[in-house]
């Protein structure tokens, strides 16, 4: 049970920012939020993780709701190569990483 | 550092016959998982090993699927007596921490295996 709930499918113009929202309302204190992407073809790539605070990386943004219980992945500006399947994840207690369906992006020229 | 290598990357196999996947997990990563992925679905978990251990299993059939993670080599994911439904992708990640916690986990480029 993955325990996030995310979009199945969303779309963007390249160039424009994407917003990608994953509720995660059960999850515990101690649990991350861990995003990561599958490009086609492709093993999966870490994108971001965070637990309270917003982080940044040279990928993209994660905001966190101040109770925890969602977070949205952001694009600052997409492109092409940003096409992929986008998974929000939690962190278990025992250390693993439960994938849910995740949301296909698709980036229109 | 090379990243986490996987071997074969694509395995064909006669219904019946053992398919062994390798998984070389990032130099200093002692975490190794398994995942399955059916062609248009998601990453199925199977297995957490650490060294010499099996963490959790929850996700592993009860028959036919077996993981180990030695001391010194590859970890190894072992399929006896494949079926046409084993056909699928497996990927392996690996991790210096557990990969749930504030640690980023590596993934491999994945076993496609055929069953015919």
């Known amino acids: 049970d993955a325990k996030t709930t995310q979009p199945n499918s969303m779309e963007s113009n390249e160039e424009e920012p994407v917003h990608l929202p994953c509720n995660h309302s059960?999850?515990?204190?101690?649990?991350?939020i861990h995003w990561y992407r599958q490009l086609p073809s492709q093993g999966p790539e870490y994108v971001i993780h965070?637990?309270?605070s917003n982080v940044n990386n040279r990928m993209a943004s994660l905001a966190i709701a101040e109770d925890r219980k969602s977070s949205t992945l952001i694009l600052h500006r997409a492109t092409l190569r940003d096409a992929a399947v986008y998974y929000c994840?939690?962190?278990?207690?025992?250390?693993?990483?439960?994938f849910g369906k995740g949301t296909k992006l698709s980036v229109k020229p | 550092n090379a990243g986490v290598m996987q071997n074969p990357r694509h395995l064909v196999r006669r219904r019946g016959q053992e398919a062994r996947l390798r998984c070389s997990p990032m130099?200093?990563?002692?975490?190794v998982y398994w995942y399955r992925q059916l062609p248009e679905e998601g990453l199925k978990f199977m297995v957490y090993?650490?060294?010499?251990?099996?963490?959790?299993e929850s996700g592993m059939p009860k028959e036919r699927f077996s993981a180990e993670f030695p001391k010194e080599g590859p970890s190894i994911l072992r399929i006896q007596q494949v079926v046409r439904g084993d056909s699928a992708a497996y990927f392996c990640?690996?991790?210096?921490?557990?990969?749930?916690?504030?640690?980023?986990?590596?993934f491999g480029q994945g076993t496609r295996l055929t069953v015919v």
């Open positions: 990640a690996s991790s210096p921490l557990p990969g749930g916690l504030s640690t980023e986990a590596f």
């Open positions: 059960t999850i515990s204190g101690t649990d991350y």
């Open positions: 130099k200093g990563h002692s975490h």
């Open positions: 090993l650490q060294k010499e251990n099996i963490i959790d």
């Open positions: 965070g637990l309270t």
């Open positions: 994840i939690r962190g278990g207690s025992q250390g693993n990483l439960i």
